[in-house]
């Protein structure tokens, strides 16, 4: 069992940058594909990046490619994404969730945890 809790969200002016982290409970962290997905209000839940176990290999939506980063601490067992030049498309609540599957499965059907969701707001 692998509780996930996100936390960093927040209101912020478009342009503005916010730093979303993943507290991972249990000590097989390191197993575990990490990804994040954001749903907004009326629509579906859509990934917007994946990083593997080792954090050698990424994943990343078109429209956050070049702006969003993912990272991840092993030790620490933390996943972190850096979201930098935020438009008000980014509007969302953010989920981290965690995936047995090897390299960077992007279905929400390869994963089996998931966190609470974290809420980030851009203005314009």
């Known amino acids: 069992q692998v509780q996930l809790v996100e936390s960093g969200g927040g209101l912020v002016q478009a342009g503005g940058s916010l730093r979303l982290s993943c507290a991972a409970s249990?000590?097989?962290?390191?197993?575990?594909?990490m990804a994040w997905f954001r749903q907004a209000p009326g629509k579906e839940r859509d990934v917007v990046a994946v990083?593997?176990?080792?954090?050698?290999?990424?994943y990343y939506t078109d429209s956050v490619k070049g702006r969003f980063t993912s990272s991840r601490d092993n030790a620490k067992n933390t996943v972190g994404l850096q979201m930098n030049s935020l438009k008000p498309e980014d509007t969302a609540i953010y989920y981290c969730?965690?995936?047995?599957?090897?390299?960077?499965?992007?279905?929400?059907?390869?994963?089996?945890?998931w966190g609470q969701g974290t809420q980030v707001t851009v203005s314009s």
């Open positions: 969730a965690a995936s047995v599957r090897i390299g960077v499965p992007r279905a929400q059907s390869d994963y089996i945890y």
């Open positions: 249990g000590r097989t962290f390191s197993r575990y594909t």
């Open positions: 990083i593997s176990q080792s954090g050698g290999g990424t």
